[in-house]
């Protein structure tokens, strides 16, 4: 019979897989410290020198096998301090890792058990750490850069065109994109014009297609000294794509944020906008990758604590 799974094995981490790799706390203990100090070589805050360290069975530390001084491989992750079982935290990633559009936190409170106000932090914590940095989109040899604003946010009741700056329910939403590469979602006060050039100019690199629609605050791209040629389509006349001038990736990628929050999330407050966008871009920037996703978040895990 044919195999209809589309999707390579190197990048398949089926929940037996995780059940085998992690079946208890202290696997996830030593996963994350051979990560962090392969063969348990690290250097000893009392010795001043890199020593061996073997496992302390009662804590959830390491001890330097010449003085005894304690390390604990938790330290400055997002485990640190916590009193939840550090499998739950793995298997809290490996939930959120395992689709496109993320889960709630109320979905891993049904998960693992815990409650809802222990979910939302671990849901809250996971995401904080999956931010992006994400600059010098573009370039002369690359096939275009790609930039669109949008609004999230609540229904404006009897109110029409673009929300102004300190909407109260509306937030800005810019993306840039890279066809076939990265993008970068950043939150943004509003879409002036001043705004808008102040991102290009900080992610976009020289000598870069910018491709974008007729939105007047983009108007000042072609004038800019970074030798970007300004492609635009017009949208408004209801033409979406001529040759090769199209925001399309762009708008696919609104169109999978904004059913992910509407479906999973429903709602999302401003102040924790952008970790969503983070978390949104983090998937994206790594659908081509030669790996499963869960494993790039537990390397993120190890990355943000260096």
Not at 133 to 156: F, I, N
Not at 230 to 246: A, C, F, L, M, P
């Amino acid at each position: 019979m044919k195999n209809t799974n589309c999707i390579p094995a190197e990048r398949r981490f089926t929940i037996m897989q995780f059940n085998e790799r992690f079946p208890d706390d202290d696997a996830c203990l030593d996963w994350l410290m051979e990560k962090r100090y392969p063969g348990g070589i690290a250097t000893c805050s009392y010795c001043r020198v890199e020593r061996k360290h073997h496992r302390i069975a009662s804590k959830k530390a390491y001890a330097c096998d010449y003085c005894g001084t304690y390390i604990s491989p938790m330290a400055g992750t997002i485990f640190e301090k916590s009193s939840t079982s550090l499998r739950l935290w793995f298997y809290a990633m490996y939930l959120m890792s395992s689709t496109r559009c993320g889960v709630s936190a109320k979905q891993i409170q049904r998960e693992t058990g815990v409650t809802y106000k222990t979910a939302w932090r671990m849901f809250k914590q996971i995401r904080s750490m999956l931010k992006d940095e994400v600059s010098g989109l573009g370039g002369p040899d690359s096939p275009g850069v790609e930039m669109d604003e949008t609004y999230m946010g609540g229904v404006r009741k009897g109110v029409k065109g673009k929300p102004a700056a300190g909407d109260k329910k509306k937030t800005a939403v810019v993306g840039i994109v890279e066809r076939q590469g990265r993008i970068r979602a950043l939150t943004a006060r509003d879409t002036k014009s001043s705004t808008l050039l102040g991102m290009v100019k900080e992610h976009i690199l020289p000598n870069t297609v910018v491709f974008t629609d007729e939105y007047a605050p983009y108007d000042g791209i072609s004038h800019m000294t970074n030798g970007y040629t300004h492609k635009r389509i017009k949208h408004s006349e209801k033409i979406y794509v001529v040759g090769d001038i199209h925001t399309n990736t762009v708008e696919g990628f609104w169109s999978l944020l904004k059913g992910g929050l509407r479906g999973v999330y429903h709602s999302v407050g401003k102040e924790y906008l952008q970790s969503y966008l983070d978390e949104y871009t983090f998937r994206y920037n790594r659908r081509n990758d030669p790996k499963p996703m869960f494993t790039s978040f537990l390397e993120q895990v190890i990355a943000e604590a260096e």
